[in-house]
């Protein structure tokens, strides 16, 4: 009796071991499933308003990753707000990766110094996916004036009080170079925000604004044609999306240095198979060399990273900022 116990014991251990091993064996094979089963339905990039750079990029992507997947990418702007908005409805979508956004400065960095109630966490709630291009602001002045360098705006605009200078909307890239540049320089200039890029150009050609710090995507062909003349980028090294414009330490605005960046992101806790999934598919697509040749006709550079880094830099881009924005007292909307 003892030895049937003992055997039915002995068996009854084993069952449950392998019980617990194939237990362990679904989980695990389970991951890379949820990855090469997405996507199964249309994926949605947020962005910015229409015409502005974070549009165009996330156009792009959205057409690659199509017809890569064989699923309808679509990109749905959402303006306003410097771009919290669209960030505030990837935050608090469903994480399972079908809702991305395409953020910048204003939506993942100067809004956490610009909105003491926002919505969101901009490191908490969301996820790095990669980074997607990095460029410049261009510092463009309406033919009107007077100006073919920055020395030369610099000395015409010391002694007056009617410069505006347009931006994509408070806390965006486009404002904080603006402020930057006040502060290098000492010159006193009006900030006036628009709801997108796209936007603040049109004001800009329309002489309502006579200076714009925007990304050469959206003024591109402005500058080709010479309606709007670029005086400097935004960088202490030239870009070579415009080699001919010099770069701010060349023009001697020490301490003007504001990289344009945008990267992808996903809503925290999107599993983490399908974020990796993303990072390769998309990182593919980014290393392709029509489409780097694509960005760089539009004044853009490709680029890509791991979603450990993409997620880093927006936290040392947080503490770089908040300063600069605290000191030009910039308010939100």
């Known amino acids: 009796m003892n030895l049937i116990s003992g055997i039915s014991t002995l068996l009854l251990g084993q069952v449950k071991h392998w019980q617990k091993f194939f237990l ?101 709630d969301l996820v790095g996916v990669t980074m997607v291009a990095t460029g410049v602001t261009v510092m463009m002045v309406h033919p009107s004036i007077p100006a073919n360098t920055v020395a030369e705006f610099i000395k015409y605009a010391k002694n007056r009080k009617d410069l505006n200078f347009s931006s994509a909307g408070n806390g965006t890239i486009s404002h904080l170079t603006g402020e930057l540049f006040k502060q290098v320089t000492g010159i006193n200039m009006m900030h006036i925000p628009y709801k997108s890029a796209g936007a603040g150009l049109t004001a800009l050609i329309a002489n309502e604004t006579q ?54 992101f996903t809503p925290a806790k999107t599993p983490k ?11 593919e697509i980014l290393r392709r060399p029509d489409v780097k040749e694509l ?25 770089r900022w908040t300063p600069i924005i605290k000191n030009a007292n910039i308010q939100a909307d």
């Open 211 to 264: 200076v714009s710090f925007l990304s050469p995507v959206t003024a591109a062909a402005q500058l080709k044609t010479g309606k709007l003349k670029a005086l400097v980028v935004s960088t202490s090294d030239r870009f070579s999306g415009l080699p001919e414009v010099p770069s701010s330490s060349e023009a001697g605005l020490v301490g003007m240095d504001a990289q344009l960046w945008f990267g992808l």
């Open 24 to 124: 362990c064996m679904a989980i695990v094979s389970s991951v890379p499933i949820v990855a090469q089963e997405y996507p199964t339905k249309p994926v949605r990039i947020f962005g910015h308003g229409p015409g502005s750079t974070a549009d165009y990029l996330s156009r792009v992507v959205a057409q690659k990753l199509s017809e890569k997947w064989g699923q309808p990418v679509i990109v749905d702007n959402r303006a306003g707000a410097g771009g919290t908005v669209p960030a505030d409805l990837v935050a608090k979508a469903p994480a399972d990766g079908y809702s991305l956004l395409m953020g910048h400065a204003g939506p993942m960095v100067s809004s956490v110094t610009l909105y003491p109630n926002l919505p969101y966490d901009p490191v908490k």
């Open 295 to 319: 960005f760089l006709k539009q004044g853009i550079q490709a680029s890509y990273s791991s979603p450990e880094s993409l997620e880093d830099f927006v936290k040392t881009e947080i503490k």
């Open 273 to 283: 198979a399908v974020q990796q999934k993303l990072n390769q598919d998309i990182t």
